[in-house]
Structure formats: structure tokens, C-alpha cells
């Protein structure tokens, strides 16, 4: 979307540079003598500092666009998470959009005609419109994460920014055959109001990706809360950054006088504003967290006394036992070592339990006896435990 403004302009400076006469660089601004002329004296003019200012600022910014989805595309394969992967293609799309903003920026530094104005008017709504949609599919995304922990594919919340986008190119097709091709207009020719209602769905987009970030603010899951308040942050910024260009589009160069002249500067810093401003607080952070990697499960430390005795006792294999079912074993453990022992005390005395026929006495006895381990001291916090109450074994004693 970005490469036919830019693709045309490189051309037309090659092209110029090549025609252009030496005798005419004594007439040209001062840092413009290395061979750009009228009409791309703005790319260098020295004089007027806000061209050289745009066109630093946003080659900066489309340099940073690129190594960013050079960065996402490399490390694609790493994301192992599906509701981390889902939000990787709607921000390439953005990074798209942006560097077509950036790219957009460039043909309001050059002297207007009929083909550059009309490059203006129909790129001008659509990149932001699918810069605008990225936002609000992202919202939709962070909201169904927030609430079901699941989220529609990358490939379906792309299709739909790119559905959503496709309504303001119709718009601005249709603004343009009306225009020009019906009444006759020149492309350059039209009303800054006329400008900014055609771009009223765009406004429309934001204000639906600003409701989204809102809702997916109140999801269940923590998790997606900081995606959500980025995204509410870069869209309070862009509803700001619109009412401020519009109103000084509309009203602020007519009340200075500055009505035909300020008309490209106001719309050129506007276009490498909003760039970096997804690019800052949206595109960055977002991407960030998709390349970050899962946090690592902790084992606990069972020798550390100071944590909790519950969770210390999270793997003993008796918890898995019901507690009704536990106490019937206990007592039937207690009632069949208390008939043994009754058995030992009255067949000693007849001899029955001769030599090695009989049941040994020790396993019996051993069992009603309460030993303790090391481990048992330790899971119970280093203190000695107490025998149960049911417990009987000590009448032996």
C-alpha cells in the first residue's frame, strides 16, 4: 500500500536529478545543490526545517517498522503458545499500515499535482483504517481471552481487519469517482471538511477499538490485562491525536491565517505522529510479549521450614484418600492390631505359639508403636506429631 507513493517518488527524483539543468542550482533553496529541484525542494530545504524534520523522523520510524516484523517473522516458530501466536498476524498487518504511513508522509513533501493528490486521497483513510482495524481486532481478541481463554485464530481476526478496512477503500473510491470523474474536479481541489468526513469511518473504528480495549479490562484472567491496558493507552492517544489535527486542520489555519500553506505540514506530521504512536505504545510492547517466553512451574522446596505446612503436604499420598474412607481404614487397622496383641497375651501363657508355628510378636507390635521419621518431622514444620486420637497402641506400654 505504501510502495506505490514511494515507488513514485524515488522515480520521479531520479528522473528529475538527471534532467535537471546546472545552471539552475544557483536559484535553489540552500541544502538542496546536490541535484534536487522544484518540485522536491522540501526533501532538502534548509530553510523550511519541518520537511528535512518529517522526512528524518520517518524514515526512522520505517526502518524500525521493518527490523520489528523482520523480528516476528524470524521468530515465529518459537511462539509455542496458541493465544500468544493468534495475535501475530494482526500485528504485522499493523506494521504494515505503518510503514505505509510513514511512506504516505513523503508525498506531502513534494509540490502537489493531479496524480500525487490523488495518491493522498485514496492512501490517506485506507492506511488508517487498516491501522485502526488492527486495534480493534486486537481488542476483540484480548476480550474472548479475558472471558473464555480462547481466541480466534491469527488468520481469522487478519481477514477480519482486512474486511473492516476494505469499507473505507470503497468510501474513498467513491469519494474520488464523484469528484473527479462525475463533477470534473480537479483532484488537487477540495474542501479540508469534505477531507475529514470522508475520513469519519476511520473515526468510527477507533472509537469501536477504544470500547473493545475498555471491556477486555474487566476480564476474568489476569494474564491479558497488561495487553489490554497498552492497547486502551495507544487508543486514548489516538483519539487525541485526531481531535488535534482535525481541529487544526478545520479551524486552526484559517484562525492564523495559515489556511493554503499549513494544510501539508499539519497532514504530514499527523501521518508520522500516529506511525510512531502505534509503533511506541502498541506494536512494540505487543510484540514483546508474544517473543517473551512462558514462565517455568517452581517446585517447592520441601526443606524450607518457612513456607506453609499445606502446601508442604501437597504430596502426601493419605490426602488422596477420602476422609471417610480413612478413618474406616484406620479403625480397621487399629482393631485388627488390638485383636493380634489380645491373641498374644492369652495364648503365651498355654503355648500355643510354639517356636517358629506361631505368628511373631514383633510385627504386631511393632506396628502399634508411633515412630516418627525424619521426613514426618519435616513436613510437619519441624515439630514432633502427635499420635491420632483413636490411636490405642499405647495401652501396651
Known amino acids: 500500500m505504501a510502495f506505490p507513493p514511494v515507488f513514485l517518488l524515488l522515480l520521479a527524483v531520479t528522473h528529475h536529478a538527471h534532467g535537471q539543468d546546472p545552471d539552475d542550482s544557483e536559484a535553489l533553496p540552500r541544502g538542496c545543490g546536490w541535484g534536487l529541484g522544484r518540485p522536491y525542494t522540501l526533501l532538502c530545504d534548509l530553510e523550511s526545517i519541518w520537511g528535512v524534520a518529517v522526512e528524518s523522523v520517518a524514515a526512522g520510524g520505517t526502518l524500525a517498522a521493518i527490523l520489528l516484523a523482520l523480528v516476528l517473522l524470524c521468530r515465529l516458530r518459537h511462539i509455542s503458545e496458541a493465544e500468544k501466536r493468534c495475535g501475530v498476524g494482526p500485528i504485522l498487518l499493523l506494521l504494515l499500515g505503518i510503514f505505509g ?180 505504545f502498541h506494536a512494540i510492547p505487543e510484540s514483546h510479549i508474544c517473543l517473551r517466553p512462558p514462565p517455568q512451574p517452581t517446585a517447592p522446596d520441601y526443606f524450607d521450614t518457612s513456607q506453609n505446612s499445606t502446601r508442604m503436604r501437597e504430596t502426601s499420598f493419605d490426602e488422596d484418600i477420602p476422609l471417610s474412607h480413612r478413618q474406616f481404614v484406620d479403625n480397621q487397622s487399629y482393631g485388627y492390631s488390638d485383636e493380634n496383641t489380645a491373641g498374644l497375651r492369652s495364648g503365651g501363657g498355654a503355648g500355643q505359639h510354639n517356636s517358629n508355628t506361631g505368628a511373631r510378636p514383633s510385627a504386631p507390635f511393632r506396628s502399634n508403636v508411633y515412630q516418627p521419621t525424619e521426613m514426618t518431622m519435616i513436613l510437619n514444620g519441624g515439630a514432633v506429631p502427635s499420635a491420632p486420637p483413636t490411636y490405642t497402641g499405647r495401652q501396651l506400654w
Do not use: H
Not at 492497547?231 to 492517544?237: A, D, I, N, R
Open 101 to 280: 504511513l510513514f511512506g504516505l508522509s513523503f508525498a506531502y513533501l513534494v509540490e502537489q499535482d493531479e496524480s500525487l493528490c490523488l495518491i493522498r486521497r485514496a492512501l490517506w483513510g485506507l492506511l488508517f483504517a487498516v491501522c485502526f482495524s488492527c486495534l480493534l481486532v486486537q481488542g476483540v481478541r484480548l476480550r474472548r481471552l479475558g472471558r473464555e481463554r480462547r481466541s480466534p485464530g491469527g488468520c481469522a481476526l487478519t481477514g477480519l481487519a482486512l474486511g473492516l478496512s476494505a469499507v473505507q477503500g470503497i468510501i474513498a473510491a467513491e469519494w474520488l469517482l464523484l469528484t473527479v470523474l462525475r463533477e470534473g474536479r480537479a483532484a488537487c481541489q477540495y474542501m479540508p471538511l469534505d477531507f475529514s468526513l470522508a475520513c469519519s469511518y476511520v473515526l468510527a473504528l477507533l472509537l469501536a477499538a477504544l470500547t473493545a480495549a475498555s471491556l477486555a479490562l474487566c476480564g476474568k484472567t489476569r494474564q491479558w490485562r497488561c495487553n489490554a491496558v497498552w492497547l486502551l493507552v495507544t487508543c486514548l492517544l489516538s483519539l487525541l491525536l485526531w481531535v488535534a489535527w482535525v481541529g487544526f486542520y478545520l479551524y486552526g489555519n484559517d484562525w492564523l491565517g495559515r489556511s493554503p500553506e499549513w494544510n501539508n505540514p499539519a497532514l504530514a506530521i499527523a501521518l508520522v505522529t500516529q506511525g510512531w504512536l502505534l509503533l511506541i
